[in-house]
């Protein structure tokens, strides 16, 4: 990943936080709620499910990652 990526992943989550009044209960409330929703979209697969997938990458949605 490069530097520009790392911004804007970093604003991303900073606005998500700001949203929330940077209150650190809000913000994780609202994570697990959206990983819930994605989870029942069908769209992904997730690390723990019943379905595993075949690599540690495809466990991530296909973004290589190390250790």
């Known amino acids: 990943m490069n530097d520009d990526e790392i911004k804007i992943i970093r604003q991303v989550r900073h606005e998500i936080s700001a949203e929330f009044g940077h209150d650190v209960d809000r913000v994780m409330d609202y994570y697990r709620t959206f990983e819930?929703?994605?989870?029942?979209?069908?769209?992904?697969?997730?690390?723990?499910?019943?379905?595993?997938?075949?690599?540690?990458?495809?466990?991530?949605?296909g973004i290589p990652v190390s250790r």
Do not use: I, N, T, W
């Open 36 to 61: 819930e929703q994605l989870k029942h979209s069908g769209r992904f697969r997730f690390a723990g499910s019943a379905a595993k997938p075949a690599s540690r990458e495809q466990a991530v949605g």
